[in-house]
T-cell receptor, first 115, second 113 residues
Framework: DTGVSQDPRHKITKRGQNVTFRCDPI?????LYWYRQTLGQGPEFLTY????????KSRLLSDRFSAERPKGSFSTLEIQRTEQGDSAMYLC?????????????FGSGTRLTVV | ELKVEQNPLFLSMQEGKNYTIYCNYS?????LYWYRQDPGKSLESLFV?????AVKQEGRLMASLDTKARLSTLHITAAVHDLSATYFC?????????????FGKGTLLTVNP
């Protein structure tokens, strides 16, 4: 297993366009998270899935954002009608539930630039 | 709402010196994490601290946790240039069945020769 994979690594889009990012978690991890990180800031929580169920969404996740995790495997994050303020690094992380010292593994991120 | 504060936000050190980064969190947290991030890269896990008094060490870095004071520290011993990076602490909030991390703003560490 090579860790958490994100695609694409970089995306430049024009304002108003829609974009979709993909995250493939570590196969045995049932929890999947999306975070957003802007320059000079720590990552901010966007949303969280346990298996295929989306259990929590941050108020940062406006109605232009939607995330899915069909069949509890990979996840997609779509941003509709992108705005310049959406420019950020979008990080995906996965973890496993249960007792024990299970950390969060982060992917390399997708850097979005809206021009 | 869980809030995490780190200080300092910027730290410039000379090689060979020692320093400590502080991380305060506002409410009870299950676990405390430390991550390293190099420019343009993702987050690399350094430590997971589970209980009061926990201390973990890896090379020149040592992390500790005081749950009563809601404080974690990351101590750097005899800094070397390779430690230059941004360091984040993150507290885990397990409200009900939902788990997530709340991050501090990060400490940008620069180690000068």
């Amino acid at each position: 297993d090579t860790g958490v994979s994100q695609d694409p690594r970089h995306k430049i889009t024009k304002r108003g366009q829609n974009v979709t990012f993909r995250c493939d978690p570590i196969s045995e991890h049932n929890r999947l998270y999306w975070y957003r990180q802007t320059l000079g800031q720590g990552p901010e929580f966007l949303t969280y899935f346990q298996n295929e169920a989306q259990l929590e969404k941050s108020r940062l996740l406006s109605d232009r954002f939607s995330a899915e995790r069909p069949k509890g495997s990979f996840s997609t994050l779509e941003i509709q009608r992108t705005e310049q303020g959406d420019s950020a690094m979008y990080l995906c992380a996965s973890s496993r539930s249960g007792t024990g010292i299970y950390g969060y593994t982060f992917g390399s991120g997708t850097r979005l630039t809206v021009v | 709402e869980l809030k995490v504060e780190q200080n300092p936000l910027f730290l410039s050190m000379q090689e060979g010196k020692n320093y400590t980064i502080y991380c305060n969190y506002s409410t009870t947290s299950d676990r405390l994490y430390w991550y390293r991030q190099d420019p343009g890269k993702s987050l690399e896990s350094l430590f997971v601290l589970l209980s009061n008094g926990a201390v973990k060490q890896e090379g020149r870095l040592m992390a500790s946790l005081d749950t009563k004071a809601r404080l974690s520290t990351l101590h750097i011993t005899a800094a070397v240039h390779d430690l230059s990076a941004t360091y984040f602490c993150a507290a885990e909030n397990s409200g009900g069945s939902n788990y997530k991390l709340t991050f501090g703003k990060g400490t940008l560490l620069t180690v000068n020769p």
